[in-house]
């Protein structure tokens, strides 16, 4: 079991960030730990900056746990760039945090005679070395790419860093009985037309608890997702069985702004409450599968190839830039694979 750790600010308080791949068990030990959150917006657990943690995890003392004075100047510069092009806080926030990480390991060099050769020694001597996730290591590729455009007589040739090469894992998909087990689990009407919400329309956690009564459209049965991922506006068909439990889940809470709110009217729902409500879900229809909400987006991706809707019509419905990133469905669609008999049968 790998991880690394370091200080991090969150919300003006020094935390300690524990990264590591997804593995339920290290989850449940960091839960245990007094005061441990998980942050939706670093993608990361954090724990509290105190003297038992620091020896925990191993972390360094202060002084070697920020960036330069010319780093911490830097990397301000490089937030003020990012939102003057409009980028979103979650990933001025992460380009922020892999960046730190990457001028703290070079804090004693002036940060225009960085080269391309450092980026190699940090990709081998702290990302590898600490077994951080390939998707750390390209975070980490993008925001020092990006971050270079915005520095003047750097040495970084951008075009020569690479990104690591990508694990080719296919999507988590559901049955189409194991997912109407899991949308009846609840009789809370609100729980159950999130999760239902989510698998009709193939939404992200984030589009869905940012949707707005306004976003309905009964008359045209379309649902409008505003500022979804990379700011792209969609519609997405809206089921005539999902409209109908909207208006009695309308008719019973009387949203104020947004469609789902928390127990304050105006503030939308929160998304690890929701990653519980489908938790409980598992739990009641006793699905050992560690299902995400995710998971629902893929499978109705997956249901909808397999029932013969064309691969580019689920393109736009999912937002995908790249009909390359649909294809993945076609790789656990089980409809052609099912009916292939194996020679085995014939033996």
Known sequence: ?????KLIKHKSENRIAVYFEKNQD??????QIAGARWSQQKTVWHLPDTIENRERFKIEPLANSIPSLEGIV????????????????STIGTYSEVLKSFLIFYREKPVTEINNEDVIIYNNEYILKNN?????????????????????????????????????????V????EVKLILNAHSNIKHKMMLSLIYSCGLRCGELLALQPVHIDSKRNIVLLKNAKGKKDRIVPLSPKILEMLREYYSLYKPKKYLFEGQVAGVPYDGRSLQQVLKQALHKVQLTKPATLHWLRHSYATHLLESGTDLRYIQELLGHNSSKTTEIYTHVSTKSIQQIKSPFDDL
């Not at 290290?26 to 839960?31: G, P, S, T």
């Not at 993008?142 to 296919?170: E, Q, S, V």
């Open 174 to 177: 559901l049955s189409k009985e």
């Open 132 to 172: 951080l996730s390939a998707s750390y290591q390209n975070q980490t590729v993008n925001a020092i790419k990006l971050f270079f455009i915005t520095i003047r007589g750097t040495k970084i040739d951008i075009d020569r860093i690479h990104r690591p090469k990508r694990a080719k894992l296919l999507p988590n």
């Open 26 to 31: 290290l989850i449940a030990r960091i839960k």
């Open 1 to 5: 079991m790998t991880w690394a750790a």
């Open 74 to 89: 830097q990397i301000e510069k490089f937030k003020q760039w990012m939102r003057s092009k409009r980028y979103s806080e």
